[in-house]
């Protein structure tokens, strides 16, 4: 079976230079587990709620200060929409992606 089941039709993005509070919010109002982060209209990262807890509420920071640049995962890795849920099982287990 392909990935293509899993694809979502809506994605959130925000700019790096927005904080933190905005990504938060933007989990919590789409009700996901994931912001896309872009700089100058390309994908430069992601934020995870993981992420936020981890990275931000772990180490104390100013969320309203602290940008999603400065605690996003990068690079972005991907699987195509035709690839098997064997395939992204691999690649997820190859990568340690939760």
Known sequence: MSLKWYLRPRLVALDAGAP???G???LESNNIGAVMVQE???VAGIVTDRDLAVRVVGQGLDPT???LGEVMTTPVVTLSPTDSQLDAIRFMRQRNVR
């Open 20 to 22: 933190v509070l905005e």
């Open 24 to 26: 938060a919010r933007a």
């Open 40 to 42: 100058r209209g390309r």
């Open 65 to 67: 200060s602290t940008t």
